[in-house]
């Protein structure tokens, strides 16, 4: 029976891997936007803050940098129950100040209270949301007037990373993002699918916002919002060349709660959209609910495959005594050179995405230690109640210049 469970999920994991090679793929093909018109849309930029008062000021400069009209974009910083001196540094540096001083559980209801405050403003034509701790390219805005020109409603842009060099750790993250963005939203953008939120960076037209309402019920709004998109039919394009950079954490603790706090709230989806996803996937043939579906899975699987894996080999050892020497070699060179293949797959991604293979070798080298780390974190998210949406605190000012 357990050589049973084994085969299925090694047939699964299969299928799961051979399905993201073919998404995946499509990284190598080309999309052309045609634009429609050189309208210039007005832009609401909204970054939620609570106790940002040491980097809200780079992020506000950045957007103040902006190649686009001055007059067609407004910064709004939604200052939460801040106790330091976030609203005064937002306001001093040009930032319109929306005071959010109800108790709030997500960045997702911080933005449904700043939504519900701008709906009467009929000049705005899309929100574009940041972090406060990021820096944002001097052209970000014209890419993504040109994604609204082309017809899309919401947009994904480029997520880098403005201190990627700090330690393995903020390595491993900005490999993670660099992934995510050419293997996952841009392969899917250029095969005419939906791509996927990832938290900053992004825009969406306030009449979607305003025709299909904002409510979150997770603690991740971007992966929830994702779902939403995929169920009301809209596609989410992707804009390689509308840059933010972002600031990752450099601590393991922190890192923990950060990627606590992800995986908690992908399993909230999971609960509350699956069903809706499924409903509409079918109903309305739209693919894309069953390609998010299988993304909020690969959570699950991820736990599933890697504790039937440990006992499978335990089970080997310890029961039917079946490994021996010539296993342990034949193991541990198809562990080298699967490692081995990871490492130049991840030198050439950072080589794509400009950056030094030298100064950021520690995070190639251990980024599996990294991703074998979220195994225990998505395993707790199965079994708790909540989650808090803790702030990450920013004890430096890291600022990224000529962009």
Known sequence: MFEIIIYILLILSLIYGFYFLIMASGVFRKKKCEIDNNKKNHFAILIAARNEETVIKNLINSLKKQNYPSNKYDVYVIVNNCTDNTLEVAKNAGAKIIECKQKVKSKGEVLKYTFNKLKSNDEIDAYVIFDADNVVHREFLNKMNDSINCGYEVVQGFRDTKNICDNWLSTSYAILYYLQSLFINKSRFNFGMSSFLNGTGFMVKKETIDQYGYDPKTITEDIEYTAICAINGIKIAFNENAITYDEQVTDFKSSLKQRKRWSFGAIQCLKNYTGSLIKEGIKNKRFECFDVIIFYFGIIFHVLFTIVSLIGIFYNVFYLNDFNSMDVVIYFIMFLINY????????????????????????????????????????????????????????????????
Request: charged share 20%; net charge positive.
């Open 340 to 403: 081995f293949i990871g490492v130049v797959f991840r030198m050439i991604v950072i080589k794509k995405c400009n950056k030094s293979i030298k100064e950021n070798i520690w995070g190639i080298l251990l980024f599996d230690l990294f991703v074998l780390s979220w195994f225990p974190i998505n395993f707790i998210c199965l079994f708790i109640k909540d989650c808090n949406w803790d702030h990450i605190k920013h004890d430096r000012n890291v600022d990224t210049l000529n962009i």
